[in-house]
């Protein structure tokens, strides 16, 4: 699952306080063994990991627990990470906070290096956050993600998840992700997939046949048996401005 959580503030009309129970269910009922999430906060990232009984991995962007994480979750009965590292966004992604393409605000990516304890098979997951003012900024992260994504072993499957901030289909950012065939869209290659909706939806209507630029996208040889854009409300509340993308795949 790919879910951008929007951040956690007691401001109304969506507090958190009364969005974390509706998040909660959502989480449980689908119990995604990964969980590639966005714009958490550390508080936030805490709340959900005791909801959903998972492990996870982050760091703020500006360093330590401060600002916002691209963390990633993960079942601890059923995946291990053996390694993991972040990154930052810009001419130096070593240099933690760094931005030099334009974006005010700092952009960064999160790796982990996993083993299935069930099957024995590694895999290295990946998940980002785009800016959401600047194209330059984008394409640039888009290359840099991809140059990053071929350094480590190159027979590990790959699953990237992440909020892209631009429409599949309709951006360079998204040719540049998919450029080689290195990787592909998890929801056109699925075997099966529900009813498509823009996954922002700034709690408003939902828009069928909408933007999707929230992905997961895998390494061509990752199978996605089913994919789905997952619109769980409560009485009318949803748990995030951002719809999760999800996808069940067989590595």
């Known amino acids: ?32 063994h990964l969980l590639g999430t966005q714009e958490g906060l550390h508080g936030q990232l805490r709340d959900i990991a005791e909801d959903l009984g998972h492990a996870w991995i982050g760091l703020g962007r500006l360093g330590g627990s401060h600002d916002e994480f691209a963390a990633v979750f993960y079942d601890a009965e059923r995946l291990v990470p053996l390694e ?11 240099l933690i ?16 290096h996993f083993a299935d304890l069930r099957t024995g098979t590694e895999f ?8 959401h003012a600047h194209q330059y ?10 140059r990053r994504l071929r350094e480590p072993d190159p027979a590990l499957p790959r699953l990237v998840t992440g ?48 933007d999707r630029i929230d992905w997961i996208l895998t390494s061509p040889a990752v199978r996605t048996l089913g994919a789905a854009i997952n619109t769980f409300s409560d009485d009318g509340r949803f748990p995030s401005d951002h719809l999760p993308v999800q996808a069940l795949v067989e590595l």
């Open 137 to 146: 900024s984008r394409e640039r992260s888009a290359e840099l993600i991809t």
């Open 124 to 131: 290295l997951a990946l998940n980002t956050h785009l800016d």
């Open 163 to 210: 909020d892209f901030n631009v429409a599949a289909h309709r951006n360079p950012v998204y040719d540049a992700m998919l450029a080689g065939g290195a990787l592909a869209d998890s929801w056109d290659t699925a075997d099966e997939r529900g009813p498509q909706y823009a996954t922002f939806h700034g709690y408003k209507p939902l828009v069928p046949d909408g």
């Open 84 to 94: 993991y590292d972040h990154f930052w966004l810009s001419d130096t992604p070593a």
């Open 1 to 32: 699952m790919s879910f951008n959580l929007r951040y956690a503030s007691e401001s109304d009309p969506h507090p958190w306080s009364q969005r974390r129970p509706v998040m909660r269910r959502l989480l449980r009922e689908e119990r995604p």
């Open 97 to 112: 906070g760094s931005a030099t393409w334009g974006n005010t605000v700092v952009r960064m990516a999160t790796w982990v």
